[in-house]
């Protein structure tokens, strides 16, 4: 088609929308609070962990859709007040869709997409819920009115086609036929661009027609999820509807394609591109999202002048088909939808980051015209000149009968075929009315069903798919599962459902489930295996993560919301019957209630959000006799934090296999990246079928296969409090597993040493820690031995390592590696020199601990290594700490920098003040022993000051002793404060338990006050000896 000519071309921005939308439940129950706030075009994004962080971005529209609404008797959400802020589909139809539809009747190419991560309101922007319609169905039901308006000016054709990508196959929904492997290809052509090849065009001529469409759509796209065991918000849905404008006055055809996109989830593109995997190709989980991002950017950059050499359209096929929307010849909308709640901070940011640059992007729209069809013009034009040389023959009077015939047949030829052409369109819409009909039926028939028999209904990830499939119990028996050979059979599909998976019974209006044995049912968040009668409401999960609602009898139900039974709500019932709740998060030590830290939930959300994935990993596993086992674990991050926090949490998997017991830990992102390859692995196989060739994966692409590594089996903590002062600490310590587990007990030391290594004795300890600062620091670190080793208990042939860093040592240390032994001896011993110990070390050693990580090796890993790139070392082969005051006594040998000489000058400043005032300190005592001598009239004061400062060191070195004495009980007490803090009482107990667990943590607190007790009594007294033996040989009572 040739568009009107080039000085029409104009320059157009992609307008961007932003709209926030309302708490869901889970928000709401974790109290969370909003961080989105918008004036006018301006929207602002709080940072929850640090609210003075604020960004504000500006785009065309903003809209609040989070608060000030009410729902109103058709079920609208509707401003609470007029005039209120509070914006809803309507309004955004107005500024967005109205512009689109406007466009497109002027003869534009337009285009709209929704851009936001899962759950944040795409589809109920784009699609709508219910009555609150979005902006497809109201575009469509507007276009409709404007054409019958403008029906005298022009003749309009409108045809309508539904398409998902995903993992990069393109999905006909609006096909009849099955899927073809691989799906539709997209083509290019020089005139058309790029295009789906057969994809299917429905003519349509109704809103009514086009909203059966959308829901024949949804329904091939729910099957299409539940076949390929594929998550939908991980697809792309397109809407194409082309509308032809044929003016027949003007002989100029309109015609102009509307691009209507509800995007995947755009945290799968962050989740998927992030993080470091071998299998990098699992990047195409989502490989049109990132694709996108990469040619937004590049347009973004374009319009800012930058020189941008490749635009990556064919990268992609989401981007091939956009290709006209993002800077070609489109007007385009994006609508970027965010979720209020702190928790999805992160998301939600991103999501801004991605609208703004998509802002930039300046697209060349031109308005498709044509001369009206050239066939039929010259099919006109021959036609005239047919009838001239007619009409001339007949004037000539020859007889010339065979040309006259020619010419006539010729004429009716050409007069069918102009007439064909006419009726082609009219011809194809009559067909496409007949084919709605028979599915208007279909749905009127399952309407009909719905008010007599009980059922049950799917319920979807996306709220978009769910309540799409039902099956409907009817009186008698009936088999549910794969099978579909009997007429009373109940056919579904999905990852672990088996040929007869259950029975379903109506009898006497009582419905009941009879699970066949060996598949798995679960009904409200209980495993069942016998029959159980079934309740209004109740959840059925079947298979590994099939998901029903169960809808009773029609007078069982009352009206209710059904909405809230959703997938969430599903997969936190199974979590909580596996005893994780969120209410066990909103409680303290103490077990008050209070609210949640951020991290915390997001965990927990993390953790619904994986189990049923987790879940599938394993049955697909079992099915493809992978021999590994995937497993859910909270890791708590205070293992590695040197400060002990015990707040931040994190989900990690374990994927065990089951023949040679060889673990690997996988990151949430890792385990994600890999279930989708696990999908298509497994996909491929079930479509090969069971004859087919099932050649084995090489294993450097099996997404189930890692080769092993070292594992982080926990952490010890070893207090460094007594390297400041100067005190040598001998300490068993427990290593900790992630989930609280004991790993192993280390036997450690803490040595104070000269720069030779030799220990140092009683007389150098410290009473004041700061007199270590600015002066050389050795201490070595000593592990003896590692006791009880768990990991080597369960599995001979496997070896530990123990990782350490201090201080700002750049990489960890690693000791060598001890094989098959459960208790095996190290004598590992390693020396640190600070040269000139800084106040930062010193704060360092005074609040931290040195974390031990305990690396468990497994028969064919390699071991870890320490690396010694960065370290500096000194002659006495101590490894040197604090380098920036390391760097201070360098320079000051070499003569050193500015800011080295200046912070040198203020080490001398700080040098002096410390004199001066132990000069005062000294001046002071000897004023107070002269008004001492003068009030008691004791002459020969002078003798007794000698012998009182003959008697300071030794004195010193006593408190020195006792403090020693208090050290070492002190770390005693603070194990046991340790073991209190994690115990805890098990999730399943009950009252017994529960009590039981009270007398025990009462004996342990006793324990603990009594130790605690004993600790500073000992200290009391020692102290209050050391005062006495003082004060009488200083003769004061004497
Ligand atoms: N503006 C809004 N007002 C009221 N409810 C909303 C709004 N936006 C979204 N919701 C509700 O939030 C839930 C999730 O929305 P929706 O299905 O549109 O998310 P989505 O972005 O399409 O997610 P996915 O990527 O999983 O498809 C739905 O239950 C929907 O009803
Ligand atoms: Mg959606």
């Not at 054409?147 to 539904?162: A, E, G």
């Not at 290019?188 to 959308?214: H, K, W």
């Not at 076949?227 to 100029?252: D, G």
């Amino acid at each position: 088609m040739r568009v009107r000519g080039i000085e029409m071309a104009s320059k157009d921005c992609v307008k961007v929308a932003v709209r926030v939308r309302p708490f869901n439940k889970r928000e709401r129950d974790a109290g969370s609070r909003c961080v989105i706030s918008m004036t006018s075009n301006n929207i602002s994004i709080q940072d929850p962990r640090n609210p003075q962080n604020s960004r504000t971005f500006t785009f065309n529209y903003t809209y609040w859709s989070h608060s000030g609404f009410t729902r109103n008797k058709d079920g609208l959400f509707v401003p609470e007040e007029a005039g209120g802020r509070y914006a809803d589909q309507t309004s955004v139809f107005l500024d967005l869709g109205q512009g689109i539809l406007d466009n497109a009747l002027q003869g534009y190419n337009a285009t709209l997409l929704a851009y936001g991560q899962t759950g944040s309101g795409k589809s109920y922007s784009m699609v709508g819920y219910g009555p609150n319609k979005g902006l497809i169905p109201t575009l469509c039901e507007r276009l409709f009115q404007s054409i019958r308006n403008m029906q005298d000016s022009r003749q309009c054709q409108v045809f309508f086609s539904m398409l998902e990508i995903y993992n990069e196959q393109v999905v006909d929904l609006l096909s009849k036929s099955n899927r073809s492997t691989g799906g539709l290809r997209v083509r290019e052509d020089q005139q058309r661009g790029f295009y789906v090849e057969g994809l299917r065009r429905v003519p349509c001529d109704s809103a009514v027609q086009v909203e059966q469409l959308m829901e024949q759509g949804t329904r091939t796209r729910t099957t299409a999820a539940t076949h390929m065991n594929a998550n939908s918000s991980r697809s792309h849905m397109l809407i194409i509807v082309q509308l032809k404008q044929i003016f027949s006055k003007e002989c100029v055809t309109k015609q102009s394609n509307i691009y209507l996109v509800d995007l995947a989830g755009s945290e799968r593109q962050r989740s998927s591109g992030s993080e470091a995997d071998r299998l990098k190709e699992g990047t195409a989980i989502n490989l049109s999202l990132t694709t996108l991002g990469n040619v937004i950017s590049a347009l973004a950059d374009m319009a800012l002048g930058k020189k941008v050499v490749h635009i990556p359209y064919r990268d992609s096929v989401l981007t091939k088909l956009l290709q006209s929307a993002l800077g070609g010849n489109s007007r385009t909308v994006m609508i970027a939808t965010l979720s209020p709640a702190d928790i999805c901070y992160e998301e939600s940011l991103s999501t801004l980051r991605y609208a703004e640059r998509a802002k930039r992007i300046q697209n060349k729209a031109v308005v498709n015209e044509s001369p009206t069809e050239r066939l039929v013009k010259e099919l006109k034009a021959e036609n005239a000149k047919l009838l001239m040389r007619l009409s001339r023959l007949g004037q000539e009077g020859r007889k010339a009968d065979d040309e006259t015939k020619e010419l006539r047949r010729l004429l009716t030829h050409n007069e069918l075929q102009i007439r064909a052409i006419q009726t082609l369109w009219e011809q194809h819409l009559q067909e496409a009315l007949k084919d709605w009909e028979t599915q208007y039926a279909t749905i009127t028939q399952e309407r009909r069903m719905m008010q007599m028999h009980p059922y049950i209904m799917n319920i979807n990830e996306d709220a978009q798919l769910s309540g799409v499939v039902k099956l409907f119990i009817q009186e008698g028996e009936w088999d549910i599962g794969l099978a579909d050979n009997s007429p009373r059979a109940l056919s579904i599909r999905g990852l672990g459902i088996q040929e007869k998976h259950a029975v379903f019974s109506n009898q006497q209006r009582r419905v009941s489930i009879t699970p066949v044995s060996g598949s798995k049912v679960i009904v409200n968040g209980v495993s069942v295996s016998k029959r159980i009668e079934l309740q209004h409401l109740d959840r059925l999960v079947l298979g590994s993560n099939s998901t029903y609602l169960f809808i009773g009898f029609p007078s069982e139900r009352s009206g209710e919301d059904w909405s809230r039974y959703d997938y969430d709500y599903f997969q936190s019932e199974l979590a909580e019957a596996e005893g994780f709740h969120i209410q066990s998060l909103c409680e303290d030590q103490g077990h008050r209630p209070h609210q949640p830290d951020p991290s915390l939930l997001a965990v927990f959300y993390d953790y619904i959000k994986l189990m049923p994935m987790v879940t599938e990993a394993n049955q697909m596993s079992k099915e493809l006799k992978k021999g590994v086992e995937f497993k859910l674990e909270i890791k708590n991050l205070a293992m590695s934090d040197s400060k002990g926090h015990d707040l931040e949490k994190d989900i990690a998997v374990r994927v065990t296999s089951v023949e040679s017991k060889q673990v690997w830990m996988w990151s949430k992102a890792k385990f994600v990246n890999r279930k989708f390859l696990m999908e298509e692995v497994y996909q491929q196989q079930v479509e090969g079928g069971e004859g087919a060739d099932r050649a084995p994966l090489p294993r450097d692409r099996d997404p189930f296969w890692d080769p092993l590594e070292p594992l982080h089996l926990g952490s010890a903590h070893l207090w460094l409090q007594s390297v400041a002062f100067r005190i040598p600490l001998e300490e068993q310590v427990e290593v900790v597993g992630p989930e609280g587990t004991e790993e192993a007990i280390l036997q450690t030391q803490l040595v104070p040493c000269s720069p030779m290594g030799l220990p140092l004795g009683e007389d150098d300890i410290l009473i004041d820690p700061s007199e270590l600062l600015g002066k050389r620091l050795d201490f070595q670190l000593v592990l003896d031995q590692c006791c009880g080793l768990r990991w080597v208990k369960e599995a001979r042939n496997r070896g530990v390592q123990i990782g350490f860093r201090v201080f700002d040592c750049p990489q960890p240390l690693y000791t060598p590696a001890m094989w098959h032994n459960v208790n095996p001896l190290m004598d590992h011993r390693v020396q640190f020199t600070a040269l000139r110990t800084s106040q930062e070390l010193l704060s360092y050693l005074q609040s931290n601990a040195l974390v031990l990580e305990l690396w468990g090796l497994q028969e064919g890993c390699s071991e870890l290594v320490s690396c010694m790139d960065g370290l500096k070392i000194t002659q006495e082969d101590s490894i040197i700490i604090d380098k920036i005051s390391a760097s201070e006594h360098s320079t000051a040998e070499n003569g050193g920098s500015d800011l080295s000489s200046s912070l040198r000058a203020l080490h001398q400043d700080l040098e002096q003040l410390r004199n001066v005032n132990a000069a005062l300190r000294k001046e002071n005592s000897t004023l107070r022993e002269q008004l001492n001598s003068a009030r008691n009239g004791v002459e020969n004061n002078r003798g007794r000051q000698e012998r009182r400062s003959s008697l300071r060191p030794s004195c010193d070195a006593e408190f020195a002793k006792a403090l020693k004495v208090f050290y070492h009980s002190m770390t005693s007490v603070r194990g046991q404060l340790q073991r209190l803090r994690r115990h805890k009482p098990s999730e399943e107990a009950d009252l017994l338990g529960f009590r039981l667990f009270v007398d025990e943590h009462t004996y342990l607190l006793k324990d603990f006050s009594e130790q605690l007790e004993q600790c500073v009594t000992t200290l009391k007294q020692d102290v209050a000896a050391i005062v006495r033996r003082k004060r009488e040989k200083s003769g004061i009572w004497s």
